[in-house]
């Protein structure tokens, strides 16, 4: 961030503002008195250390730091990062989310720039909903992800989510199975990071995501672990299930859905 410098008579000094003869921009002044210097775009108007001709915010309030154009965090709003992978940071994963242990992202030397915040949202892509399927693709709303609140915790960085879908044996029978996913995000040293909800976080401007995370420093770790249970009520990896189900052959398939989204300002 930018510390506030005052232009005052520096402007004049170093950047050769004009001075007029007869008249000045303060009404109260004695006539006769010469102009204010005048500087145009060279001017740091709002005093924030940002000349007026970059400033893309004028009239930062007093004393708040800003970023490289001259914008306070009071004066943005966190907004989505259309590219990836991101922030110049190099993206790695290890494991399988149907398997034990799960699946590991792990988001590594992240260039923070000037930015005051980087926020990581899951499922927040309202044209590729969030989920998961053993019959095929996942192709109704059942089998997307819908967030559970009783496993979440959002202290210890933990969220959850809930579906339902279905296997078909090889004897023409459709088994219901019941579906869970678990996401847990740590920081670099594998200390959990808090979720919130999107609107704690100030995200005004999220599509479908409804929890998000403040990443701090320069790397963070995402673990995902996609299970089912069918009427036994015990739980398993969902590829580990599917392996060992009586499928016809060939069977369905398995397909899953699951993004992450950033948003920064």
């Known amino acids: 961030m930018t510390n506030r410098v ?28 010469p102009d204010a210097p005048s500087c145009g775009e060279l001017c740091d108007s709002d005093g924030d250390g940002v000349l007026d001709g970059t400033d893309a915010c004028p009239q930062t309030p007093p004393g708040e730091p800003v970023n490289m154009v001259g914008c306070s965090e009071s004066q943005v709003s966190p907004t989505l990062e259309p590219t990836f992978p991101p922030y110049g940071l190099t993206f790695t994963e290890a494991g399988d989310a149907g398997r034990a242990g799960g699946l590991t992202w792990s ?25 998961l399927s053993l019959d095929g693709p996942v192709d109704n709303a059942a089998e997307d992800w819908h967030f559970d609140a009783a496993r979440t915790d959002l202290t210890a960085g933990v969220l959850a989510y809930v579906n339902t879908t279905n296997i078909p044996h090889a004897d023409a029978t459709v088994v219901p199975l019941s579906g869970r996913l678990t996401v847990t995000v740590t920081d670099a040293a594998q200390q959990p990071l808090a979720f919130a909800t999107v609107g704690t976080l100030g995200i005004t401007s999220a599509r479908v995501g409804t929890h998000g995370v403040e990443i701090p420093g320069t790397a963070y770790n995402v673990n995902l672990l996609m299970e089912v249970a ?18 016809p052959d060939p069977g369905p398939g398995t397909a899953v859905s ?3 989204f950033f948003y920064d300002e």
Not at 232 to 247: C, H, K, V
Request: proline share 9%.
């Open 230 to 247: 069918d009427s036994s009520g015990a739980f398993t990896p969902y590829l580990d299930y599917y392996d060992a189900a009586p499928t």
């Open 258 to 260: 699951f993004g992450g």
């Open 107 to 131: 988001y590594t030397g992240i260039d923070r720039a000037d930015m005051f915040h980087i926020y990581w949202v899951p499922c927040d892509d309202p044209l590729d909903v969030c989920g």
């Open 6 to 33: 005052l232009c005052l008579s520096a402007c004049a000094a170093l950047l050769g503002c004009a001075k007029g003869g007869t008249h000045t921009d303060d009404p109260d002044a004695p006539p006769g008195t």
